[in-house]
């Protein structure tokens, strides 16, 4: 067989599989993802800060590409995107897993941190999804699914950074639906409850230094209890994983996917206090108009 048959055979091959683009694939539910993917036939380009540790955690496959990322870096991602194109050809499924979480109350969170989780975690998928959006266009297809979060349904206590920006994040990635489906693009948000994932480790989470003596109590427990959820949380990542390979092959993917029990039951409880809020205060909210109007 000549190289330009085996080249030939290697990308047909390569068409009756999908591409998946993952990022935050060095450890926690990125791992879970890109293992999924690839037990389903699928080829898997897996991005973390160190790609020895991501072909480490996810083991040696001859449809993996480890490539070194930092989301918050525009042209490391645009770099990224490349190196997906010269393996595989295309990208079918890219997957806005990568994250941390600085935790604490708002006063004790110093500008600098709270920028800093809004650059990984917002601004993080946005520039990974601007990198691969030229090629889902080109091939008009593919699937954009963002990994959120029930902070981004409803915020909470001690979570003013994060759930800024998810909120961020949901309000993006909605908008940018319609902006895509026209060429074949779809979007899918994620919002998982408490999964058994790395992220309530010191490895992804920050605490803001207590200097503040109204909140210092408040702060004892609260770290306290989420240090005790650590590995302990409801949901399965492995779970998860398999669910989001069936939604990706579905023709149309749901726009937001409530993940786990407690998702569906912060979904349920955000909708009633929604139209409980709209009605309160229904005569007054609607008899705004000029009065020409």
Known sequence: MTNQETTAGQKENMTEKKVWFITGAGRGMGVDIAKAALAAGHAVVATGRNPEKV???????KDLLAVQLDVTDPAGAAAAIRAAVERFGRIDVLVNNAGNFYAGFFEEITPDDFRTQIETTMFGPMNVTRAALPVLRAQRSGLVVTISSTAGIAGGEFLTAYAASKFGVEGWAESLA????????RTMIVEPGFFRTELLTPESTSYAESTIEDYAERTRQTVAAWKGMNGLQGGDPAKLADALIRLA???EPPLRFAAGADAVGLFDSRAAALKEQA????????????DDA
């Open 249 to 251: 092959e579905l023709e």
């Open 55 to 61: 072909t480490q955690a996810i083991g040696e496959d």
């Open 178 to 185: 319609p902006e895509i489906a026209p060429f074949g693009i």
């Open 279 to 290: 009605d309160a205060h229904r005569e007054l909210s609607s008899n705004l108009a000029h």
